[in-house]
């Protein structure tokens, strides 16, 4: 046998050898996803961002969610652990805390903190003088991977997500490959001092916002693609369904307006390729043993929120391509004006709430 031949049919054996038994960071799962409703009725409006009085302030990497404070200022935490707050169009930015670790949703609670669910610290509030306390980082004894979104429910429930129990922000990219639903619903009591799993098994939890007189919470489901609803209150109290399923993108934050509408960001369209392996856990594993460069799929440019009603059906939808402001990962409504964050951009932006 020629030594050239040898070597190559060496090298062949070493390369599927490599593609089948190299050891990969997860372990993934067959899953079914739900199928995609695609840009049909209230999500065939294409708007823009511009027709919707864009606005935008310059903060620094990556603020993720936008809470307005009882001093009528703008808060947002970025990727480097620093809360950063700004009177829009007014003022420079200011420094108001840094948690040390990454703040992702916040909400003011009735005492004038600001609660804050941070990646890597856990449920955290912070007085108005900037100091940090942590509220919970466990449950069950089992520390928290990657606290996300809240939302404060009247008798002051702080209602959390726990993305995943598998990854954490760092390396949240292999809960999709994994496939595992993993993610949670939380409940913290601030009396009591007590958390509690409301609901789990959920893929990639995510964005959570408490529904009118408090008779239900949602919860995005990221990976999924769908809302998923807890009843608190009535017949069903206790139980769960879907909100809003077969979404055309994957949601991401979540908030109410306090009146008859949910808005949703929606940082990324859905990918049919993604949609394709999910059954076929096998095949992912293969791919994550390939270079990052080949398997990274980079899609266009995108800003994209959507408001749903409380029966759960869209409202309305606005697609901006321009990439002026993309890979939305929060909305919240005050007062007429819709307030965006991103964990792409460096600033914070305003749009005009549809009337």
Not at 93 to 106: I, K
Not at 142 to 159: R, V
Request: aromatic share 10%.
């Amino acid at each position: 046998m020629p030594p050239a031949f040898w070597f190559g049919g060496s090298a062949i054996l070493l390369l599927i050898a490599y593609l089948c038994c190299w050891p990969v960071p997860v372990d993934p799962v067959a899953w079914t996803p739900d199928g995609d409703r695609g840009l049909t009725g209230a999500f065939a409006d294409s708007g823009n961002f511009e027709q919707a009085g864009f606005e935008a302030w310059e903060l620094g990497p990556g603020p993720e969610d936008v809470a307005l404070g009882p001093d009528g200022m703008l808060y947002s935490g970025l990727q480097d652990g620093r809360i950063l707050r700004i009177t829009a169009g007014e003022s420079l930015p200011e420094l108001f805390a840094d948690t040390q670790g990454r703040p992702l949703g916040m909400q003011f609670d009735a005492d004038g903190d600001l609660v804050v669910a941070d990646a890597f610290r856990g449920l955290l509030s912070v007085d108005p003088a900037g100091v940090v306390t942590v509220l919970t980082d466990s449950v069950n004894g089992q520390k928290l991977m990657f606290p996300d979104d809240l939302d404060i429910a009247a008798d002051g429930t702080i209602w959390f997500s726990n993305a995943s129990q598998r990854s954490d922000q760092r390396r949240w990219i292999l809960d999709f490959w994994e496939g595992r639903a993993s993610g949670q619903l939380l409940s913290f009591d601030p009396v009591t001092r007590e958390t509690h799993v409301r609901l789990d098994g959920l893929r990639f939890a995510n964005g959570v916002a408490v529904g009118p007189d408090d008779s239900f919470v949602l919860v995005n489901e990221t990976m999924a693609a769908r809302i998923t609803r807890l009843w608190l209150k009535g017949p069903a109290a206790g139980t769960r369904d879907v909100f809003a399923d077969r979404l055309p993108g994957h949601p991401d934050n979540l908030s109410f307006n306090g009146r008859d509408l949910f808005w949703v960001a929606l940082p990324s369209t859905r990918s049919a390729t993604f949609d394709w392996l999910a059954p076929h856990p096998a095949l992912r594993k293969l791919l994550l043993r390939l270079p990052e460069s080949w398997v990274q799929v980079i899609p266009p440019p995108l800003g994209w929120i959507a408001g749903f009603g409380l029966d759960g059906e869209p409202r309305y939808s606005i697609r901006d391509q321009s990439g002026r402001y993309t890979d939305v990962t929060s909305v919240n409504e005050h007062a007429g004006v819709l307030y965006l964050g991103s964990i792409k951009m460096s600033s914070i932006a305003r749009l005009d709430a549809p009337r």
